[in-house]
């Protein structure tokens, strides 16, 4: 799905709350800047998704139209295939990744991350029959995750873990590094991004 689809379906998911939003409120739930909001919405209301209404005289208020209601569940349908569509990629690139380490005698991985790409990695280790021994957080992050502690990146190492897959759909590189610092070899470290 393409950035400006997704900025608009966020923009038409709250405006459809039909709560009274501002451009600089809308701004800052979508982490964008305001100009860059102003534009979007400006575009939404061309396009007729939108209409943008002066009631009381110096208050806009943001209307979703039918045609806008539409578009919104169009948007949504779009981002949902999207979506399995990467969660279905990111499995097999998992499985592709980690099959000939399980091979080759591969038990006990770590993951490093607490997201939804953590969350893969997980029900893959656990398909090919691999044993997560622990969970690790970066920048601190304390908890449980998956019910299980999540530790910090210090607490890797080759005597506690055979790989360690840094789940996270961004860049790895500077995990990475973290790790091969602990003493991981680089063959032994798995991201989900080449």
């Known amino acids: 799905m393409e950035r400006e689809a997704q900025r608009d379906l966020e923009i038409l998911n709250e405006l459809a709350r039909g709560e009274p939003v501002t451009q600089r409120g809308l701004a800052r739930r979508l982490g964008i800047a ?19 209404t002066t009631i009381p005289a110096h208050r806009v208020r943001y209307l979703l139209t039918p045609r806008g209601m539409a578009e919104k569940t169009r948007l949504t ?20 990744a980690l099959l ?5 005698g591969a038990r006990r ?14 029900l893959t280790l656990r398909e090919l029959g691999l ?11 304390q908890g449980t995750f998956l019910g299980m502690p ?11 873990q055979d790989l360690v897959v840094v789940a996270t ?14 003493g991981l070899a680089r063959d032994r470290i798995v991201t989900l991004r080449s």
């Open 169 to 182: 759909f961004g860049p790895a590189d500077r995990v990475v590094t973290v790790l091969k610092a602990c």
């Open 34 to 52: 305001l100009g860059l909001t102003n534009l979007y919405v400006k575009r939404l209301a061309r396009k007729g998704y939108i209409k943008v």
């Open 109 to 122: 991985v770590a993951i490093c991350g607490t997201s939804e790409a953590a969350e893969l990695a997980f």
């Open 150 to 160: 999540v530790g910090s990146l210090a607490d890797v190492g080759p005597d506690r």
């Open 100 to 104: 000939p380490l399980a091979r080759g």
């Open 131 to 141: 044993e997560v021994t622990a969970i690790l957080g970066e920048d601190g992050y």
């Open 77 to 96: 349908y779009e981002y949902m295939e999207y979506s399995l569509r990467l969660y279905r990629e990111t499995r097999q690139a998992l499985r592709e």
